[in-house]
């Protein structure tokens, strides 16, 4: 199962999928820095993190 998920610095657009709420055994997520390389950031409503009890790292700075 997944335990880390590194996205950051990828000029990622869009939403958040809720489908990240089902990574019950994630321990680090982090999708910060999407809009230093030109890129339009993240919008939209976060996912419910406070359900991923496992997680202990979470990093959104500079997403928007």
Excluded: M, W
Excluded at 5 to 26: C, F, K, M, V, Y
Excluded at 34 to 41: E, L, N, P, V, Y
């Amino acid at each position: 199962s997944l335990e880390y998920l590194r996205l950051d610095q990828n000029s990622l657009h869009g939403s958040i999928p809720a489908e990240i709420e089902g990574l019950t055994r994630i321990q680090h997520i982090d999708l910060s820095d999407q809009i230093s390389r030109g890129g339009a950031g993240i919008s939209g409503p976060l996912p419910r993190f406070a359900n991923l009890l496992d997680l202990t790292e979470l990093y959104l700075f500079k997403v928007c």
